[in-house]
């Protein structure tokens, strides 16, 4: 597999953008780019430089960059005389890597040469806007960041809010590479067949954020009355339900949800099948194939076939497809590590309201998915950092590292990983959605 890459969705060059998007991309626009609108919870991010993205990531480089690097004449300074600097692969231009893996341009001191030389905005737009992740939402831009980056994880640094320069400056680049204004986006249909407009899709969202920000239940909980609501909403036709009456339904269908939600304890195991496809997509998830913590999937097409074996069967020791992944067994991960800790909880809460308001789990920052099944995606999250939580739990890590290395691991490839749109995978997700499978899920692995 290759490197999943640093980019944030920058729509025309991201990996998983089918080829008629690249194309309605491709045009220069040239308005004023559209407002962004920050982050209201509680995130605070600021590179530590611990140059983990610059060691990890597959970096795109548009022709334009690639000249840039070209004039910036790095085959005067030493070191750089005889290296390639930027690389042909399949997917256009990249950065090139040292045979330890890290870019050619990442100093000694964790520092970007680029950037020390030529400053910011001399480097690839990739390694600008990472790790935060701009979602076009109609007349806005929303800002989501990636939990792949441990200071995300850690929450250090300056408010979202004092980021609106720079993102603003992103939002602009990414809009300066568009065939149009990226207001005239639709929003993401709801399901095949069904799309509403972008303030009803707003309304849709608020609503299930409302259910997420509810604290006097468990998230787990609440992550299952988000279930409940979904499963209604799409056994509903919305084309004479819009603005007012369309919050009304939902006003009322989010206290109708809130009272049918089952204990944790009354919910059924999932089925034999269900497991079987959570623990493929949890190998996806879990898998490492570059940088540091290489896992052994990189070693063969032997050992990729032999792991997804194990993972399907779920007996026996879990293969190290991650370099940090310890000596249990599947049996091992099935066994409760203990209630989620409060400040696991509070991690978690986190992510998820991050992902709910920045949208990044439907439209173009992931696949293409449509709005309930982009939903079904981000809700399988939990219950694979949740099992590979106890993974970790049971080797040395105590449950918060071990819920923040779990965290990391699944937002690394969440809404990138390829592997994630590939194959039977889509498939595995509607089934499991389907089957009910992910209340389920949720409710086990908690
Ligand atoms: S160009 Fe700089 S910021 Fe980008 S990956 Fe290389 S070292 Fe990191």
């Not at 992740?133 to 792949?148: S, T």
Request: one cysteine or more; proline letters at 7%.
């Amino acid at each position: 597999m290759s490197r999943i890459r640093k980019t944030i969705i920058c729509m025309e060059s991201s990996f998983q953008v089918p080829p008629r998007f690249i194309l309605f991309w491709q045009r220069k626009h040239v308005d004023m780019p559209m407002p962004v609108r920050s982050l209201p919870m509680l995130q605070n991010w600021d590179c530590q430089s611990c140059s983990d993205c610059c060691r990890t990531y597959s970096v795109p480089v548009t022709a334009a960059e690639r000249a840039i690097i070209a004039q910036q004449n790095w085959s005067a300074v030493p070191g750089y005389e005889t290296l390639e600097t930027v690389t042909a692969g399949l997917d256009g231009y990249q950065l090139a890597h040292t045979p330890d893996g890290a870019c050619v341009f990442l100093g000694s001191d964790n520092r970007c040469k680029i950037h020390a030389k030529f400053g910011a905005a001399a480097k690839p737009k990739a390694c600008r806007i990472y790790p935060f992740v701009m979602v076009p939402a109609g007349d806005h831009w929303r800002v989501g960041i990636r939990f792949a980056c441990p200071t995300a994880i850690a929450n250090t640094g300056r408010k979202m809010s004092a980021h609106a320069t720079e993102l603003a400056e992103f939002a602009g680049l990414l809009e300066a590479d568009t065939t149009r204004s990226t207001a005239e986006l639709p929003a993401p249909a709801l399901q095949p067949g069904q799309s509403v407009s972008w303030p009803d899709l707003l309304r849709f969202n608020a609503a299930l954020l409302t259910i997420l920000n509810d604290v006097a239940y468990p998230l787990e909980r609440r992550l299952r009355q988000i279930v409940a609501l979904a499963d209604v909403c799409k056994k509903s036709r919305f084309d004479a339900v819009q603005g007012p009456r369309l919050k009304e339904f939902l006003d009322v269908m989010t206290a109708a949800t809130q009272d049918d939600v089952p204990s944790a304890s009354a919910v059924p195991k999932p089925s034999w099948v269900g497991r079987m496809l959570f623990r493929q997509l949890t190998a996806i998830y879990c898998r490492k194939d570059n940088g540091p913590d290489t896992g052994i999937a990189s070693q063969s097409r032997w050992i990729r076939i032999r792991s997804a074996w194990q993972f399907a069967r779920g007996t026996g020791t879990i293969p190290k497809l991650h370099a940090k992944i310890p000596t249990v067994t599947f049996a091992d991960a099935d066994e409760p590590t203990g209630p989620i800790t409060p400040e696991a909880e509070a991690l978690l809460l986190r992510y998820f309201q991050v992902k709910f308001e920045s949208l990044q789990f439907c439209g173009p920052t992931n696949f293409h998915r449509h709005y309930w099944e982009g939903l079904d995606s981000l809700l399988m999250t939990f219950p694979a950092i949740q099992w590979l939580a106890r993974v970790f739990a049971r080797g040395s890590l105590d449950p918060l590292n071990a819920t923040k290395l779990a965290l990391r691991l699944v937002d690394d490839s969440y809404g990138y990983n390829k592997l994630l749109d590939a194959g039977r995978q889509p498939w595995a997700m509607r089934t499991l959605a389907d089957r009910g499978e992910v209340a389920k899920l949720i409710a086990w692995y908690a």
